[in-house]
């Protein structure tokens, strides 16, 4: 037994729907473009940003000797010190172990990974001692959250507590805020 054959009842896509399709698939490609030199712009406006309040700004304000002034247009720049920190990997263990021993490991969170296969939600809402126990695959780590180790640090500093600064990658930038 031979299949019919139904190719000549289905009509093909006309000469409209085929224009339409290019003319769509020309705008994508320009606006994809556009997407493009768009985000090259903004990359290279948050770098003049950089490069004026965080350097030509601060060292001729520090040339200077000043903290604020107010232009003639009557914008206030002042200059200020942002303090970051970030744990470096390889000193986690060392960090974690100087905050507790100097009652700041309120500071660490501990994290609990488990990977669980398809359809097994149930097992993953139960507590990690259970998790263990089953067999899955779980892990915990503990870590400080950046911008409380870099507020943390910045209090410390700010109230004359001497703290490791590398052990902590504690580093300071200065950077000028423009403000009506």
Known sequence: MTTPDYSADIAGPTATQFERLNNL???????????????????????RVVDISEHQLVELMEEMGLEDFTTSSG????LGTKIFASIPK????????WLDD???GGLIKTQLIAKFSRGKIHDARKLANDLITQGIDASA????????LGAWARRQLEEGIDI?????????RRSVKVST
Request: hydrophobic letters at 40%; aromatic letters at 4%.
């Open 25 to 47: 698939a020309q705008q994508l490609h320009g606006a994809e473009l556009g997407v493009a030199r768009a985000e090259e712009a903004l990359a290279k406006a948050k770098e």
């Open 75 to 78: 914008f206030k720049a002042k």
């Open 90 to 97: 390889s000193k986690l263990t060392e960090a974690l172990k």
């Open 102 to 104: 100097h009652n700041e």
């Open 141 to 148: 780590s503990e870590a400080v959250h950046p911008q409380t």
């Open 164 to 172: 490791p600064l590398d052990l902590f990658g504690v580093h300071r």
